[in-house]
Protein backbone atom coordinates (compact mmCIF):
# COMPACT_ATOMS: atom_id res chain seq x y z
CA UNK A 1 0.00 0.00 0.00
CA UNK A 2 1.49 3.67 -0.74
CA UNK A 3 -0.25 5.42 2.21
CA UNK A 4 0.22 3.92 5.45
CA UNK A 5 -2.66 3.25 7.80
CA UNK A 6 -3.94 5.98 10.02
CA UNK A 7 -2.79 8.77 7.31
CA UNK A 8 -4.49 11.99 7.10
CA UNK A 9 -7.23 11.41 4.35
CA UNK A 10 -6.17 12.26 0.73
CA UNK A 11 -7.22 15.36 -1.16
CA UNK A 12 -9.50 15.08 -3.78
CA UNK A 13 -8.92 17.24 -6.81
CA UNK A 14 -10.91 19.20 -9.68
CA UNK A 15 -10.13 18.24 -13.45
CA UNK A 16 -10.70 20.69 -16.13
CA UNK A 17 -13.76 22.10 -17.27
CA UNK A 18 -15.95 20.86 -20.12
CA UNK A 19 -14.13 20.68 -23.35
CA UNK A 20 -15.54 21.16 -26.48
CA UNK A 21 -15.88 19.47 -29.67
CA UNK A 22 -16.26 15.95 -31.10
CA UNK A 23 -13.76 14.03 -28.94
CA UNK A 24 -14.45 16.22 -25.40
CA UNK A 25 -15.51 12.92 -23.79
CA UNK A 26 -11.72 11.71 -23.87
CA UNK A 27 -9.78 15.15 -24.63
CA UNK A 28 -6.90 16.74 -22.63
CA UNK A 29 -6.40 18.29 -19.99
CA UNK A 30 -5.14 21.21 -21.73
CA UNK A 31 -8.49 21.77 -23.88
CA UNK A 32 -9.98 23.32 -21.67
CA UNK A 33 -13.28 25.28 -22.17
CA UNK A 34 -12.80 28.92 -23.27
CA UNK A 35 -12.72 31.33 -20.06
CA UNK A 36 -12.86 28.72 -17.76
CA UNK A 37 -10.92 29.61 -14.53
CA UNK A 38 -6.98 28.05 -13.87
CA UNK A 39 -7.16 26.83 -10.44
CA UNK A 40 -3.87 25.98 -9.01
CA UNK A 41 -3.32 22.31 -7.96
CA UNK A 42 -5.03 20.62 -5.00
CA UNK A 43 -3.78 21.39 -2.26
CA UNK A 44 -3.14 24.95 -2.65
CA UNK A 45 -0.48 26.59 -0.36
CA UNK A 46 -2.62 29.36 1.30
CA UNK A 47 -6.10 27.70 1.86
CA UNK A 48 -7.30 30.52 3.91
CA UNK A 49 -7.01 33.09 1.13
CA UNK A 50 -7.95 30.59 -1.90
CA UNK A 51 -11.11 29.62 0.21
CA UNK A 52 -11.90 33.39 0.64
CA UNK A 53 -11.21 34.34 -3.08
CA UNK A 54 -13.89 31.57 -4.18
CA UNK A 55 -16.42 32.19 -1.55
CA UNK A 56 -18.41 34.80 -3.63
CA UNK A 57 -18.14 32.31 -6.75
CA UNK A 58 -18.94 29.18 -4.90
CA UNK A 59 -22.07 31.25 -3.05
CA UNK A 60 -23.47 32.39 -6.27
CA UNK A 61 -23.30 28.85 -7.93
CA UNK A 62 -19.94 27.89 -9.60
CA UNK A 63 -19.68 24.25 -8.96
CA UNK A 64 -16.27 24.03 -9.69
CA UNK A 65 -15.59 26.75 -6.74
CA UNK A 66 -17.86 24.84 -4.56
CA UNK A 67 -16.05 21.89 -5.34
CA UNK A 68 -12.70 22.81 -4.62
CA UNK A 69 -13.74 24.57 -1.87
CA UNK A 70 -15.15 21.60 -0.13
CA UNK A 71 -12.29 19.42 -0.31
CA UNK A 72 -9.82 22.01 0.25
CA UNK A 73 -12.01 22.37 3.90
CA UNK A 74 -12.25 18.79 3.92
CA UNK A 75 -8.64 18.18 4.31
CA UNK A 76 -7.60 20.72 6.53
CA UNK A 77 -10.27 19.57 8.94
CA UNK A 78 -8.39 16.24 8.78
CA UNK A 79 -5.59 17.36 10.96
CA UNK A 80 -7.47 20.46 12.15
CA UNK A 81 -9.74 18.37 14.16
CA UNK A 82 -6.50 16.97 15.78
CA UNK A 83 -5.65 20.17 17.58
CA UNK A 84 -8.75 22.21 17.57
CA UNK A 85 -9.29 21.87 21.71
CA UNK A 86 -5.75 21.97 22.07
CA UNK A 87 -3.89 25.04 24.25
CA UNK A 88 -0.69 24.31 22.43
CA UNK A 89 -1.60 22.63 18.62
CA UNK A 90 2.29 21.95 18.50
CA UNK A 91 2.22 20.49 21.04
CA UNK A 92 -0.66 18.20 20.70
CA UNK A 93 0.39 16.64 17.56
CA UNK A 94 4.30 15.93 18.90
CA UNK A 95 2.10 14.15 21.54
CA UNK A 96 -0.08 12.33 19.17
CA UNK A 97 -0.59 8.11 19.97
CA UNK A 98 2.36 5.83 18.89
CA UNK A 99 0.50 4.57 16.40
CA UNK A 100 1.70 8.13 14.39
CA UNK A 101 5.44 7.70 13.15
CA UNK A 102 7.72 10.52 13.22
CA UNK A 103 7.02 11.30 9.88
CA UNK A 104 2.97 10.90 10.28
CA UNK A 105 3.62 13.94 13.04
CA UNK A 106 5.84 16.04 11.08
CA UNK A 107 3.27 15.81 7.74
CA UNK A 108 0.01 16.89 10.20
CA UNK A 109 2.93 19.49 12.03
CA UNK A 110 2.97 21.12 8.15
CA UNK A 111 -0.35 20.80 7.54
CA UNK A 112 -1.33 22.61 10.32
CA UNK A 113 1.17 25.74 9.92
CA UNK A 114 -0.67 25.07 6.17
CA UNK A 115 -4.26 25.70 7.60
CA UNK A 116 -4.13 26.89 10.96
CA UNK A 117 -6.07 30.46 9.79
CA UNK A 118 -8.56 28.51 9.27
CA UNK A 119 -8.82 28.09 12.84
CA UNK A 120 -8.28 31.82 14.01
CA UNK A 121 -10.42 33.49 11.19
CA UNK A 122 -13.61 32.73 9.00
CA UNK A 123 -13.21 32.63 5.12
CA UNK A 124 -17.22 33.23 4.55
CA UNK A 125 -16.95 36.08 6.39
CA UNK A 126 -18.36 38.10 3.36
CA UNK A 127 -21.44 35.61 2.86
CA UNK A 128 -24.35 35.97 4.11
CA UNK A 129 -24.98 34.43 7.56
CA UNK A 130 -26.49 30.65 7.31
CA UNK A 131 -27.92 28.37 10.27
CA UNK A 132 -25.06 25.81 10.78
CA UNK A 133 -22.60 27.97 8.68
CA UNK A 134 -20.64 26.77 5.29
CA UNK A 135 -19.39 24.04 6.10
CA UNK A 136 -17.78 20.65 3.87
CA UNK A 137 -21.05 19.38 3.88
CA UNK A 138 -23.01 22.38 2.76
CA UNK A 139 -20.69 22.89 -0.36
CA UNK A 140 -20.46 19.13 -1.81
CA UNK A 141 -24.06 19.30 -2.09
CA UNK A 142 -23.99 22.83 -3.96
CA UNK A 143 -21.58 21.43 -6.08
CA UNK A 144 -23.45 18.25 -6.04
CA UNK A 145 -26.64 20.32 -7.84
CA UNK A 146 -24.18 22.34 -9.67
CA UNK A 147 -23.27 18.96 -11.53
CA UNK A 148 -19.69 19.24 -11.13
CA UNK A 149 -18.49 16.16 -12.26
CA UNK A 150 -16.52 14.91 -9.11
CA UNK A 151 -18.66 15.78 -6.76
CA UNK A 152 -21.37 13.56 -9.16
CA UNK A 153 -18.75 10.90 -8.77
CA UNK A 154 -18.25 10.86 -5.09
CA UNK A 155 -21.81 11.08 -4.27
CA UNK A 156 -23.12 8.30 -6.88
CA UNK A 157 -20.04 6.05 -5.62
CA UNK A 158 -20.50 6.78 -2.27
CA UNK A 159 -24.62 5.63 -2.16
CA UNK A 160 -23.43 2.35 -3.51
CA UNK A 161 -22.13 0.77 -0.30
CA UNK A 162 -26.34 0.70 0.84
CA UNK A 163 -27.50 -0.59 -2.05
CA UNK A 164 -26.11 -4.04 -1.74
CA UNK A 165 -29.39 -5.49 -1.04
CA UNK A 166 -32.12 -6.50 -4.01
CA UNK A 167 -34.93 -4.53 -2.51
CA UNK A 168 -36.93 -2.26 -4.94
CA UNK A 169 -34.81 0.62 -3.29
CA UNK A 170 -31.81 -0.46 -3.28
CA UNK A 171 -32.32 -1.08 -7.27
CA UNK A 172 -33.47 2.05 -7.00
CA UNK A 173 -30.20 3.78 -5.75
CA UNK A 174 -27.94 2.24 -7.86
CA UNK A 175 -30.06 3.51 -10.80
CA UNK A 176 -29.61 6.75 -9.56
CA UNK A 177 -25.98 5.88 -9.30
CA UNK A 178 -25.68 4.63 -12.54
CA UNK A 179 -27.48 7.48 -14.28
CA UNK A 180 -25.17 10.20 -12.39
CA UNK A 181 -21.95 8.02 -13.35
CA UNK A 182 -23.16 8.75 -17.16
CA UNK A 183 -23.36 11.80 -16.46
CA UNK A 184 -20.14 12.41 -14.97
CA UNK A 185 -18.10 10.30 -17.71
CA UNK A 186 -19.85 12.43 -20.50
CA UNK A 187 -18.57 15.66 -18.79
CA UNK A 188 -15.41 15.47 -20.57
CA UNK A 189 -14.07 15.69 -17.57
CA UNK A 190 -11.13 13.41 -17.49
CA UNK A 191 -10.06 13.49 -13.57
CA UNK A 192 -13.71 12.32 -13.16
CA UNK A 193 -12.87 8.84 -14.44
CA UNK A 194 -9.90 8.62 -12.65
CA UNK A 195 -11.74 9.63 -9.20
CA UNK A 196 -14.34 6.81 -9.99
CA UNK A 197 -12.38 4.43 -10.76
CA UNK A 198 -9.83 4.83 -7.78
CA UNK A 199 -12.87 4.67 -5.67
CA UNK A 200 -14.21 1.75 -7.22
CA UNK A 201 -10.48 0.55 -6.37
CA UNK A 202 -11.81 0.48 -2.56
CA UNK A 203 -14.23 -1.44 -2.47
CA UNK A 204 -14.24 -5.38 -1.36
CA UNK A 205 -16.23 -6.65 -4.92
CA UNK A 206 -13.18 -8.14 -6.90
CA UNK A 207 -15.56 -7.28 -9.92
CA UNK A 208 -15.84 -3.63 -9.12
CA UNK A 209 -11.95 -3.46 -8.29
CA UNK A 210 -11.29 -4.71 -11.67
CA UNK A 211 -13.62 -2.47 -13.52
CA UNK A 212 -12.31 0.53 -11.65
CA UNK A 213 -8.46 -0.23 -12.78
CA UNK A 214 -9.96 0.04 -16.14
CA UNK A 215 -11.49 3.07 -15.56
CA UNK A 216 -8.00 4.60 -13.93
CA UNK A 217 -6.63 3.57 -16.83
CA UNK A 218 -9.00 5.21 -19.08
CA UNK A 219 -8.94 8.59 -17.00
CA UNK A 220 -4.90 8.39 -17.05
CA UNK A 221 -4.83 7.78 -20.93
CA UNK A 222 -7.63 11.09 -21.30
CA UNK A 223 -5.11 13.23 -19.34
CA UNK A 224 -6.23 13.10 -15.92
CA UNK A 225 -4.34 14.07 -13.27
CA UNK A 226 -1.76 10.75 -13.01
CA UNK A 227 1.78 11.94 -11.68
CA UNK A 228 3.34 11.47 -9.03
CA UNK A 229 1.63 14.57 -7.30
CA UNK A 230 -1.78 13.37 -7.97
CA UNK A 231 -4.30 14.92 -5.78
CA UNK A 232 -6.77 12.27 -6.51
CA UNK A 233 -4.49 8.98 -6.61
CA UNK A 234 -2.48 9.64 -3.28
CA UNK A 235 0.79 8.45 -4.63
CA UNK A 236 3.06 11.73 -2.87
CA UNK A 237 1.28 10.42 0.56
CA UNK A 238 4.05 8.03 0.84
CA UNK A 239 5.38 7.82 4.24
CA UNK A 240 8.20 5.21 3.72
CA UNK A 241 10.44 6.95 1.22
CA UNK A 242 12.43 3.57 0.90
CA UNK A 243 9.36 2.03 -0.52
CA UNK A 244 10.09 1.14 -4.21
CA UNK A 245 6.28 2.15 -4.71
CA UNK A 246 7.17 5.33 -3.33
CA UNK A 247 9.58 7.10 -5.46
CA UNK A 248 9.43 10.73 -7.42
CA UNK A 249 8.82 9.95 -10.69
CA UNK A 250 6.03 7.24 -10.62
CA UNK A 251 2.72 7.62 -12.13
CA UNK A 252 -0.09 6.26 -11.57
CA UNK A 253 -0.77 4.16 -14.27
CA UNK A 254 2.52 2.20 -13.59
CA UNK A 255 1.79 2.22 -9.84
CA UNK A 256 -1.49 0.44 -11.03
CA UNK A 257 0.47 -2.04 -13.25
CA UNK A 258 2.67 -3.20 -10.14
CA UNK A 259 -0.64 -3.53 -8.50
CA UNK A 260 -1.90 -5.88 -10.62
CA UNK A 261 -0.99 -8.98 -11.99
CA UNK A 262 -0.70 -9.84 -15.56
CA UNK A 263 -3.99 -11.11 -15.94
CA UNK A 264 -5.39 -8.77 -14.29
CA UNK A 265 -3.72 -6.23 -16.22
CA UNK A 266 -4.75 -8.01 -19.43
CA UNK A 267 -8.20 -7.85 -18.22
CA UNK A 268 -8.25 -4.48 -17.20
CA UNK A 269 -6.79 -3.23 -20.06
CA UNK A 270 -9.77 -5.06 -22.54
CA UNK A 271 -11.94 -3.42 -20.34
CA UNK A 272 -10.57 0.02 -20.74
CA UNK A 273 -10.60 -1.04 -24.97
CA UNK A 274 -14.04 -1.26 -24.42
CA UNK A 275 -14.74 1.94 -22.42
CA UNK A 276 -12.66 4.17 -24.67
CA UNK A 277 -14.70 3.04 -27.39
CA UNK A 278 -18.29 3.62 -25.55
CA UNK A 279 -16.93 6.99 -24.36
CA UNK A 280 -15.83 8.22 -27.98
CA UNK A 281 -19.40 6.98 -29.10
CA UNK A 282 -20.80 9.09 -26.43
CA UNK A 283 -22.93 5.99 -26.00
CA UNK A 284 -24.50 6.36 -22.66
CA UNK A 285 -25.21 2.39 -22.84
CA UNK A 286 -22.57 1.27 -23.40
CA UNK A 287 -20.75 2.94 -20.80
CA UNK A 288 -23.53 2.20 -18.56
CA UNK A 289 -22.50 -1.76 -19.39
CA UNK A 290 -19.05 -0.74 -18.13
CA UNK A 291 -19.51 0.68 -14.75
CA UNK A 292 -20.02 -2.85 -13.32
CA UNK A 293 -22.70 -1.39 -11.06
Not at 54 to 83: N, W
Not at 135 to 152: D, F, H, I, K
Not at 211 to 216: E, L
Amino acid sequence: QAVEAGAPPAPATVGNADVDGEERALAPRGEAKRGARNLPKSPVDHPFEFIRELARAAYEGDGEAQYRIAKELDRCEATLLLVRKASDPEVAIWNLPAGWTHSMKERAFAEYHRCSRLLREDPFAGLPQRPGGYTVGYWMSRATESGQPLALVEKAINSLPAATSESDEAEGVRTEARETLVKATLSGNPDALLLMGFMMRGSNDPERESQGAAWMLAGCRAGADCGFDSAIVPIWMCYDSGDVQCQPGLDVETMLGRALSPAEFTQAHARYERISAALRARDAEAIRAQLGI
